[in-house]
């Protein structure tokens, strides 16, 4: 089917629908441009609906069933999905609300309208950034492990790491619960006798990985934070704070997400 066959397809089909829109009406209330913008980005082939490119002005979209993306970035359709980034302080237990009456999470959250919940865990002595969001379904790409998100962390460990305990935690480690390898690991700044900066970058979602990692080779973690998280770095924010996120960094999810789930998709054979 070609690009104009798609659209007049989806003008036909959806044009007696009570809740589908034009397009460019929903482009420009999701605040990717004016309506005028968004027809010369409709007729440049720049937008898609489901994955097929789009390039008629009348076609019609679903704007709580369909996903709408632009230059291959997803577009948020749904005002009432949140996202926001926390920096968790040391201390605070990754839960809304903690049966031992440990400080938890709720002191971060009590301030929007909107339930919201953490995306995954960093462990109560882990600082760092902390997404916390209503969308369940982006939660679950985020949080499971066979999505494979990555995740950066900067570690303060005991002694001096060498090149070959950098090479060693790149090719892999057997743990208690079986062998792990980090994507990425490297010596930040110059070690002293003994104190070491490590930045590892590392997929996997097991309970206090980095921390075991490190251990095994023989540098016991003294500080740890996570400064990414997918496709969010956590910049200058501080201890303690958060801040809602920009449509660039929501686009960037989402468009991870879709991404992880038709590559798990292809990898599976099914179709997409």
């Known amino acids: 089917m070609s690009d104009s066959e798609w659209g007049e397809s989806a003008h036909d089909r959806d044009a007696d629908s009570p809740t589908s829109e034009r397009l460019q009406k929903v482009m420009a209330a999701a605040g990717v441009a004016s309506r005028r913008v968004s027809e010369q980005l409709i007729v440049a082939g720049r937008v898609s609906v489901n994955g097929v490119v789009v390039r008629e002005l009348g076609a019609r979209i679903e704007p709580e069933t369909d996903e709408l993306a632009v230059d291959g970035v997803v577009v948020q359709l749904d005002p009432s999905r949140r996202y926001v980034m926390l920096n968790k302080p040391t201390g605070v237990v990754s839960t809304m609300k903690d049966e031992n009456g440990r400080p938890d999470l709720r002191r971060f959250t009590e301030g929007f309208e909107e339930r919201l919940y953490n995306v995954g865990r960093l462990d109560a002595e882990t ?6 969001t209503n969308d369940g379904a982006l939660a679950h790409v985020l949080a499971h492990p066979s999505f494979g998100v990555e995740k950066t962390y900067i570690a303060k460990v005991r002694g001096t790491v060498t090149a070959p305990v950098l090479r060693r935690l790149k090719e892999g480690v057997e743990l208690d619960d079986g062998p792990i390898a980090a994507d990425k690991a490297r010596l930040l700044g110059e070690a ?16 206090r990985i980095v921390r075991r ?7 016991p973690v003294v500080e740890l934070v996570r400064r990414q998280f997918g496709p969010l770095h956590l ?3 501080p201890v303690g704070a958060t801040r809602e996120l920009s449509r660039v960094e929501r686009g960037a999810l989402l468009t991870l997400a879709r991404d992880a789930r038709a590559s798990r998709t292809d990898t599976a054979g099914e179709p997409r």
């Open 127 to 132: 600082s760092g950034l902390l997404l916390l």
């Open 192 to 207: 002293s006798r003994d104190h070491s900066m490590v930045e590892l970058t590392l997929h996997s979602g097991r309970n």
């Open 213 to 219: 990692m490190l251990a095994e080779v023989g540098h």
């Open 235 to 237: 910049g200058t924010l």
